[in-house]
């Protein structure tokens, strides 16, 4: 819960990410091997803003702050070190179909998926989504579910959609509706 601790808890994390790294060169897997660093929602804390870039929300949020988050892509030999692509909009229900188109394996065929193949971004193409995006979060009835930590101005609507640069946050009911 506070900067100094975040800071420890980085610090070990480098540490075990470069225990792994060594430990795929030692073996020759390094050009074999992506590695995905990504996360599912936003922070807590957000140490004023600063774990968002500023952006509104955080986890337990459908604003851009807590659904708008880093996703590093590393495959030496592959994968453009340094690229930074802030155009191509990937989602957790995009992996199946990457992974798959990757490794060579068909998609289920008996299943309609949501997700997209966006992989051509991992070699430096900027993708358009094709399909929006949908998210629902912190309904059931109970206006505390999910929102323990959020102030009322970080409180999102329970329900999002995002197609293109638009993306529509409403309460299932309808209510506090807003484009942003």
């Known amino acids: 819960e506070s900067q100094a601790n975040f800071k420890q808890v980085?610090?070990?994390?480098d540490v075990q990410v470069g225990r792994l790294i060594a430990g795929l060169k030692a073996r020759g897997l390094t050009t074999n091997t992506i590695l995905i660093f990504a996360?599912?929602?936003g922070p807590i804390p957000?140490?004023?803003?600063?774990?968002?870039?500023?952006l509104r929300g955080?986890?337990?949020?459908?604003?851009?702050?807590?659904?708008r988050e880093p996703f590093i892509v590393v495959w030496p030999g592959h994968t453009l070190a340094g690229r930074v692509?802030?155009?191509?909009?990937?989602c957790g229900v995009d992996l199946l179909p990457m992974f798959?188109?990757?490794?060579?394996?068909?998609?289920?065929?008996?299943?309609?998926?949501?997700g997209a193949d966006m992989s051509k971004s991992?070699?430096?193409e900027s993708l358009t989504r094709s399909k929006p995006l949908f998210w629902e979060y912190g309904r059931n009835g109970s206006e505390a579910f999910g929102y323990p930590r959020e102030t009322p101005l970080e409180r999102s609507p329970n329900?999002?959609?995002?197609?293109?640069k638009w993306k529509l946050l409403v309460n299932a009911d309808g209510d506090r509706k807003s484009v942003v």
């Open 10 to 13: 980085l610090a070990e994390y």
């Open 39 to 41: 996360s599912d929602n």
């Open 46 to 54: 957000t140490f004023h803003s600063t774990r968002t870039a500023g």
């Open 58 to 67: 955080a986890k337990d949020s459908l604003y851009e702050g807590g659904t």
């Open 85 to 90: 692509d802030t155009n191509t909009v990937i």
């Open 100 to 114: 798959c188109h990757l490794a060579g394996a068909s998609l289920p065929t008996d299943q309609k998926l949501d």
């Open 122 to 124: 991992f070699f430096g």
């Open 159 to 164: 329900v999002a959609v995002r197609d293109g």
